[in-house]
Each structure stands twice: as structure tokens, then as C-alpha cells.
């Protein structure tokens, strides 16, 4: 039985892009399996797989990239760092002066059971993280609402508690299926959510 799917972005990456007029020009995508972002992107995630430029971690982004990126994205990367503010500074170093980094990264979210997954961030700790690699001009708001955030949250329950899996697994339809009103409304508090989407600027003048 698939539950209803009940996962809906607020805000994308690229949506973000384009409404704030910013143009990928080169973009290195950390963490980036085979997703492109513009014709221009250099891929650069911790395993080797279709699409993938180079293998490399992104607490340790080799000095060689740093060469003047326009843009850089850490999509769903941020939670599986030892040490966050490292990639942050190392996406600080690609960038140009002026260059544009985008994040997006869970808070409640279930645990990714087929790696370490080490944290979760809330708009503040987001905020407190890009300002001290040194950005500025930082936006956040929530990329997957606090309905879409529950109804998840239960219907992955099922997989997670041993016993009584049909239960939850019938108690996560029932929430998918109510849940579908509250999802399709537009929600922008930053107290709460399922992820966070930030947007920030490398100084120009430093």
C-alpha cells in the first residue's frame, strides 16, 4: 500500500534563484549526486556516481576550487557533516566576492537510517552558522512546511517501530488523507518546519 505522497515543497532552490534574480553562472553543487544547477555546474559529492565531477568531502574542499564560483548549493548535506561551519567555509572560499551559496536542510525530518545522520537545524542555528563563515545578506524561510512535516513523520513511523506496523502504517494514511488541505496552504514561520532553505552573499568588499 503507498500513502499518499504528502511531501510539498514551499520554496525550491531554484525558485529561490530565480525570484531573488540570481543567475547560476559557475555553480559548484556540494553534495550533489546527479542533480545540475545551470549548464555551468561542477558536481562535487563524498561518493562517485553518474554526474558526479569529483569525489571529495565537503569539510574538505580541495583548495583548487577555489577559483571564483558565482554560486554554490549544499542541498540535504548540512545533517551529515561532523563539522558544518567547515563546509560552510569551504563553499565561502569557492565563492567569488558577491557569490551566492543556497542551503537546504531538515529540521523535522525522520533520521536516514543508511548513514550517520548527525543533525538538524533550526532557522537560528542556520543563521548563526552562515554568519560565522561570514556571510552576509542572509535570507531562511521554510522549504517544507510543519503540515507536510507531521503527516511524514507519521507515515514513516511504520518502517520505524517493530511492532504494530500496520497500525501506524493505517494511521499514516488517515493523516495523509487529512493532511492534504493543511498542505496546500502557504506557510512562512520560521519558529518551526521541515526543512529550511537559506540563501546568502559572500562580501563583496572584504
Not at 42 to 69: C, E, K, M, R, S
Not at 112 to 124: E, G, S
Not at 175 to 195: F, H, K, R
Request: glycine fraction near 8%.
Amino acid at each position: 500500500m503507498n500513502l499518499p505522497s504528502v511531501i510539498r515543497k514551499q520554496v525550491t532552490i531554484e525558485q529561490m534563484a530565480s525570484r531573488r534574480g540570481i543567475d547560476w553562472g559557475r555553480c559548484l553543487n556540494i553534495g550533489s549526486k546527479d542533480t545540475h544547477y545551470g549548464p555551468s555546474c561542477f558536481n562535487l559529492d563524498v561518493q562517485p556516481g553518474p554526474g558526479v565531477d569529483l569525489v571529495a568531502d565537503a569539510q574538505q574542499i580541495p583548495a583548487d576550487l577555489y577559483t571564483g564560483f558565482d554560486t554554490a548549493v549544499l542541498s540535504a548535506v548540512l545533517q551529515y557533516c561532523q563539522r558544518p561551519g567547515d563546509a560552510l567555509h569551504g563553499a565561502w572560499q569557492a565563492l567569488k566576492p558577491g557569490g551566492w551559496v543556497f542551503i537546504d536542510a531538515p529540521f523535522l525530518q525522520p533520521v536516514c537510517p543508511d548513514t550517520p545522520d548527525l543533525y538538524r537545524f533550526t532557522a537560528d542555528g542556520l543563521h548563526y552558522l552562515l554568519d560565522a563563515a561570514g556571510f552576509v545578506d542572509i535570507t531562511i524561510m521554510p522549504s517544507i512546511a510543519l503540515p507536510s512535516a507531521l503527516a511524514f513523520q507519521v507515515q514513516q513511523a511504520h518502517e520505524m517501530v517493530p511492532t504494530n506496523r500496520w497500525f501506524w502504517k493505517g494511521l499514516g494514511l488517515a493523516v495523509s488523507v487529512l493532511a492534504q488541505p493543511a498542505i496546500l496552504v502557504p506557510w512562512s514561520q520560521v519558529e518551526t518546519a521541515g526543512a529550511f532553505l537559506a540563501v546568502a552573499r559572500r562580501p563583496v568588499a572584504e
